[in-house]
């Protein structure tokens, strides 16, 4: 029963534990281990092959040398890269593991863990094209006030490269009484929880310019509340252009009473 519920917990989490015989290359996985390299689980749990047989082409240098060092008594193997699975899909994994020594320091087996990253690096890549690609400013800001990220748009508007932005305080940009009265209670507010959208003039040292900017926390998980996400668009000569068609409509409309 508890091998049962430890190979559930492991399915759940896409992770798998193997050991590695250094005498003779066996190498006994878990039957979630199995399936993160595509393999049907035997009753045995054995690989006639190694892991490494498994790893992408482009990586297999790399690992081969984590390995080898860790054999030799160098830093613990950990690591992420790439496997091939025997019908070509390529999956994106994490691997630690440690060396067992016997007493006179010779190394006799590895131990480890593998899970499967590849659902959680692709959403990764997702949300950075989003953010990336988006046409409105976007930046993250963590409950210290201080920036973690921003996209290309939000360089543009400060004319300045993210370097130069992320670890800076909000108020390094906005100064800081336009931080307190108007940046900081809108901040707090989503650092509590709420997720807002308003629209305002700002003014500050680029000019005036009226924004629609939306605030929404960002959370590592269910309790945890870590920064707040801020998008910014620009709505200046939208209500530029709606104001000079509205003062041009009621010029026109006074020149026709006055005839």
Known sequence: ESERKLEEAQRMAHLGHWEADLDSGRVTASEEAFRIHGLQWPESGQLAGRLLDFVHPDDR???????????QGGPRFDMEYRVVRPDGEVRVVHNSADVARDPSGRPRRFFGIVQDMTELRRAEYL?????????????VIGRDYRYQ???????RNWRMPARKIVGRHVADFFGTGFFERAVKPRLDRCLAGEQFTFEDWFTTDRGRHYLSVSYSPLRLDSERLKAALVITRDLTDHVLASEALREAQEIGRASCRER
């Open 61 to 71: 240098e790399r690992v081969e040398q984590a390995n080898e060092a860790g054999v």
């Open 127 to 139: 949300t950075r094209q989003i953010f990336e690609s988006a046409s409105d400013g976007m930046a």
């Open 149 to 155: 990220r921003v996209n290309a748009v939000y360089e």
